[in-house]
């Protein structure tokens, strides 16, 4: 009964941004398991003692790219709404 109920309620575009919150949700969620993730491997002294040693790391083209490819995809999302 409540699934009628919703169905007269939500339009067909309603439900279509629901759909659309909820896999912009399941990307947020999947980022804060990967930050959290982060946040644990940052706090491991020995970890950070050989990174902080080793000479490489990322260019500044790289950045630049993945900040790129953030935009885009910030983008993309707004003009989703």
Known sequence: MVTWL???ILTEEK????RIIA???AVIRRRLNELAETMV??????????????TSGPTEKQVDSYKLALEKHLDAAE???
Not at 41 to 53: F, I, R, Y
């Open 41 to 54: 491997k940052l706090s491991n002294k020995d970890l950070m003692e050989a990174l902080n040693a080793s």
């Open 79 to 81: 003009s989703d709404f």
């Open 6 to 8: 919703a169905k007269t």
């Open 23 to 25: 896999l912009e949700l």
């Open 15 to 18: 439900r279509g941004h629901i």
